[in-house]
């Protein structure tokens, strides 16, 4: 048997947890809190505790579970001793595991290509590798604006590669696949412009963008499923919001470019990672816990107020960066940090809920003669 | 090779109420189920999932494993996941309503 017990599987998903964590308040140090003492975590920690310490981990674990293949939890396991070494004061090691877990990644999605060699395992693939360039880049001491893109794509086109799975379902026609396919091999192609001509790269980038986004929202299952109840109708709410971001980070994008720093840095890459990227976690939650925990959350109507606050401060924010209002942008930051911990506390508090109801139900049957 | 008078009919009706909580399906309308031996008083449960990838394999085999220990008749049984032949959205059961409704835990 190959089987990991599930024990060990928490157990990842509580580091990724810990990535999440200390990335999320790695930001907010990067934002003033406690500008005035000594944080016990680097500002610039942000980046890479976010993309490797959290959604490598989580990606690197469910596809680890999926495959139910010991070796393949090298990917999630050496993510997260990457955050475990960086929080601990080991930058050097930390790197080494990055490298590692994120080689690793790259190796269980081509195994999965290898074993089903679809577009969509491919496409899913392609993100494992961006994720090892970006994180080469890093190591090699690049600056971040520059591998930004790479670390982007991962959790983008991992999230592409699953929505076309998934939706096959839908039976979209033979070209309307193609073109899909198309429009994610030229953003690829368009981030390696960046490192050429960041602006021209960039705008074929940010149409390309808008040009999936619309393929998603035309295509995607999100449509039908609105219409459904509890976690379908919430998981198409985060959907078609979080193709909506990507719309709008694709016309802020033409319009301002992809500077280097600042404001409109921050308001696009935020559009991205948090409009985009934490709208397809919420609308996955109730999909990966299963996968992991073997446990279903209960729905309950609660999880539409962090979706609100997520969107409605990331609104702040980007207002903020515009107006170029630091005040504003950390009202916003500080809003978007409340969204994702009470979406997860009202996981958690779900989930321990059903637990305990599953254990007395269990206690009280032992108990009847 | 049957041995035992276990009911195929009643094991298909139980699997109907294990749901792929991704499309919100049970696993027999999604063409998942390819086989049920009973092989000596065994039930081998031959199925798949929609990828090798399919987050949701570690979940359905739970499910599906407590399906069948659940079912009185059967006194040992295995769930065996194979890849041969690949699945197909055509072998999903005509005229499916996908998320018709949520996982069974949600519906209590």
């Known amino acids: 048997m190959n089987k990991v017990p599930t024990s060990v599987l928490v157990g990842l998903l509580i580091l990724a947890a810990a990535g999440l964590l200390t990335g999320l308040y790695s930001g907010l140090v990067r934002l003033g809190l406690l500008s005035s003492g000594n944080p016990p975590i680097s500002p610039i920690a942000h980046g890479p505790l976010m993309i490797n310490g959290f959604l490598g981990t989580l990606i690197g674990l469910e596809r680890a579970a999926a495959l139910e293949k010991k070796w393949a939890y090298v990917a999630p396991v050496f993510l997260a001793a990457s955050t475990i070494l960086l929080l601990t004061g080991f930058p050097i090691p930390s790197h080494g595991a990055l490298i590692l877990g994120s080689a690793g990644l790259t190796l269980v999605m081509a195994y999965l290509y290898y074993l089903q060699p679809k577009i969509y395992h491919l496409i899913m693939a392609l993100g494992a590798f961006s994720l090892l360039v970006g994180n080469v880049l890093f190591v090699a001491s690049s600056p971040i604006y520059s591998i930004v893109g790479w670390w982007a794509a991962f959790p983008m086109l991992t999230i592409f590669g699953e929505r076309l799975e998934l939706n096959r379902i839908m039976r979209p026609p033979k070209r309307a696949q193609h073109i899909f396919t198309l429009l994610i091999i030229g953003w690829i192609a368009a981030l390696t412009i960046t490192h050429i001509d960041r602006t021209i790269g960039w705008s074929i980038a940010s149409l390309l963008l808008m040009g999936i986004a619309g393929w998603l929202i035309k295509y995607d299952i999100a449509r039908k499923t609105i219409k459904s109840i509890e976690w379908t109708k919430y998981s198409a709410i985060c959907l078609l919001t979080g193709y909506g971001w990507l719309i709008l980070a694709g016309i802020f994008g033409l319009w301002y470019g992809f500077p280097t720093a600042g404001p409109i840095y921050d308001g696009l890459l935020h559009m991205l990672f948090v409009g985009f990227v934490f709208s397809m976690i919420f609308a996955h939650a109730s999909v990966i816990i299963p996968s992991l925990s073997g446990k279903l959350v209960p729905w309950h109507t609660y999880f539409y107020l962090p979706l609100m606050l997520l969107h409605g401060f990331l609104f702040v924010r980007i207002a903020g960066d515009m107006i170029g209002l630091s005040k504003v942008r950390i009202i916003g930051s500080y809003g978007n940090v409340a969204a994702i911990l009470l979406f997860l506390g009202g996981i958690i508090y779900q989930l321990t809920k059903e637990i305990l109801s599953q254990k007395s139900e269990t206690i009280t049957t032992e108990k009847q003669p | ?108």
């Open chain 2, 1 to 108: 090779m049957d041995s035992t008078p276990i009911d195929r009919r009643t094991i298909v009706r139980q699997l109907r109420n294990v749901i792929d909580p991704e499309l919100g399906v049970n696993i027999v309308d999604l063409g998942l189920v390819y086989n049920i031996l009973i092989v000596d008083g065994k039930v081998i449960l031959e199925y798949t999932v929609t990828t090798p990838g399919c987050p949701m394999r570690r979940y359905l085999q739970q499910e599906i494993e407590k399906t069948l220990a659940s079912i009185d008749e059967i006194e040992d049984y295995e769930a065996k996941i194979v890849w041969e032949p690949e699945w197909s959205v055509d072998m999903i059961k005509d005229d499916v309503e996908f998320f018709a409704h949520p996982p069974p835990q949600q519906r209590a």
